[in-house]
C-alpha cells in the first residue's frame, strides 16, 4: 500500500483550544490513511487494495491534507477530528465514489476570500445568496423517497435530486472538500415507531466550542442557522418527547469503529450493523423538547 503524495507547506492542526502546531504533510497523511485502514468497514475490506493504492481512500486522503493547509478555518481542526470527518471516504453505506475533487471544484469558487467556517457553510448551502451555492451550481432538488437507489453524493449530482439522507450525503461530503468537518445524523423512527417515518441532516464541527451544531442541506429545510436548534422543522417536542417509551432514537454516523461501539441505525436497511454511530438521542431530546 502506497501512501498518497501532496505538494503542500506544512500543515497545521488545532491543539484543542490551546494554539495550532504544525506537521509535515507525510505525518498528515499516514495519520490519516492509519485511521482509515485500521477502522475500515467491513463492506470495503474486499476492496482495500483498490480504495488505498491510488484508489478513492488514497485520492481523499491528498486532497483532505492539501485542503487542510489550504483554507484558513482548517488550521483549528485537530488531527482526530480532521481523519474521521474530513478526510474519510465514508459517509454511511453508500457506494464508494470519487466525489471530493468533483465537490471541491464546484465549492471553491463559492468560498474564494471568505476567511471563516461560518461563512463559508452559509455560502455552500446558499444563505448568503439564495442564487449561490452548492445546491444551485449542481441543479440539486429535494425528491422524497429516493434512498437507497440515490444517495451518494455523485448519484445525486447526476440525478439532480435526492430525499433527505442523499440532500444530507451531499452536503457533507462538500463541506468536508473544503476541510470543514461534518457528518450525517438521523433517525431511524420518530418517537422510536418507524411507522412514524425517519430523517436524516448535517451535524458540523464548531472549532469554538468543539461541540456538534446541527442543520440540514437547504432543499431538505430553508431558513434553519446553525446557532437555534428551534428554527428546524423537526426540532420540537412532537418529534422529540421526553417520555422513554416513545423516545425518538438519534444517531451521528461515525468512522471510528473501535473507540465508539454503537451502531448507526440505517432505516433502509435495518439488518445492516456495519456503520458505526454515535448515540445522540439524549442530546437531541433536551434541545428539541425546548422548542
Not at 90 to 100: F, G, K, S, V, Y
Not at 162 to 190: D, H, K, N
Not at 195 to 215: L, R, Y
Request: net charge negative.
Amino acid at each position: 500500500m502506497r501512501f498518497a503524495t501532496v505538494v503542500a507547506p506544512c500543515v497545521p492542526f488545532g491543539n484543542n483550544g490551546s494554539g495550532i502546531s504544525c506537521v509535515t504533510q507525510a505525518v498528515a497523511i499516514k495519520s490519516a490513511t492509519s485511521f482509515l485502514v485500521d477502522n475500515m468497514p467491513p463492506m470495503d475490506e474486499p476492496n482495500k487494495a483498490t480504495l488505498f493504492d491510488d484508489g478513492v481512500a488514497a485520492v481523499g486522503v491528498n486532497a483532505s491534507v492539501a485542503a487542510k493547509a489550504t483554507y484558513p478555518w482548517a488550521a483549528a481542526v485537530p488531527q482526530d477530528i480532521f481523519d474521521e470527518y474530513v478526510a474519510s471516504y465514508a459517509l454511511l453505506n453508500e457506494p464508494r465514489t470519487d466525489w471530493r475533487p468533483f465537490l471541491e471544484a464546484v465549492v471553491a469558487p463559492l468560498v474564494e476570500n471568505l476567511a471563516t467556517a461560518e461563512d463559508a457553510i452559509a455560502m455552500v448551502n446558499g444563505y448568503v445568496n439564495s442564487s449561490v451555492s452548492v445546491w444551485k451550481s449542481l441543479g440539486v432538488s429535494f425528491k422524497s423517497s429516493q434512498t437507497p437507489l440515490i444517495f451518494d453524493p455523485l448519484s445525486t449530482a447526476a440525478y439532480g435530486y435526492a430525499s433527505c439522507t442523499g440532500i444530507s450525503a451531499m452536503f457533507v461530503a462538500a463541506l468536508r472538500s473544503i476541510a470543514i468537518p461534518a457528518r450525517v445524523v438521523g433517525t431511524p423512527a420518530w418517537r422510536g415507531d418507524a411507522e412514524n417515518g425517519n430523517h436524516n441532516w448535517v451535524e458540523i464541527w464548531n472549532a469554538t466550542t468543539g461541540a456538534w451544531d446541527f442543520i440540514e442541506g437547504r432543499p431538505s429545510g430553508g431558513g434553519e442557522t446553525l446557532t437555534n436548534p428551534c428554527d428546524k422543522w423537526f426540532c420540537n417536542p412532537s418529534k422529540f418527547p421526553t417520555t422513554p417509551n416513545n423516545a425518538t432514537p438519534v444517531f451521528a454516523a461515525r468512522f471510528d469503529r473501535h473507540t465508539n461501539l454503537s451502531v448507526y441505525e440505517l432505516a433502509w436497511d435495518p439488518t445492516n450493523l456495519d456503520v458505526p454511530g454515535e448515540n445522540r438521542s439524549d442530546y437531541y431530546m433536551q434541545a428539541c423538547s425546548q422548542c
